[in-house]
Nanobody, 123 residues
Framework: VQLQASGGGLVQAGGSLRLSCAAS????????MGWLRQAPGKQREFVAA????????DYADSVKGRFTLSRDNAKKMVHLQMDSLKPEDTAVYYC?????????????????WGQGTQVTVSS
């Protein structure tokens, strides 16, 4: 599967952004989809993920209540709605796909990666 992330940008603290990830491939609904992020000088970290057909979601504690992940299997898209953004949310955000069951929270749990999109939140 190939992944194309979009929607990043510059926003003030308290603002919102919506990231999207477009996927190719015939069996999109069978993949779990996740967003992970990497800030300068830091390791890549889990943000949110959603399972395939059932659409069960999980979020990092740092984004719970502010970010919402959804998927549209017919359009082969996932969307990450990010509200109440904080400067510490600044990072490159990566869309990723996994064939594993459940919701991997480690980068090693994902098989396919998009190119990343920059999110910058100014204070």
């Amino acid at each position: 599967v190939q992944l194309q992330a979009s929607g990043g940008g510059l926003v003030q603290a308290g603002g919102s952004l919506r990231l999207s990830c477009a996927a190719s491939g015939r069996t999109f609904s069978s993949y779990g989809m996740g967003w992970l992020r990497q800030a300068p000088g830091k390791q890549r970290e889990f943000v949110a993920a959603i399972t395939g057909n059932l659409g069960r979601t999980d979020y990092a504690d740092s984004v719970k209540g502010r970010f919402t992940l959804s998927r549209d299997n017919a359009k082969k898209m996932v969307h990450l709605q990010m509200d109440s953004l904080k400067p510490e949310d600044t990072a490159v955000y990566y869309c990723a796909a996994t064939q594993r069951l459940g919701i991997p929270t480690m980068p090693s749990g994902y098989n396919y990666w998009g190119q990343g999109t920059q999110v910058t939140v100014s204070s």
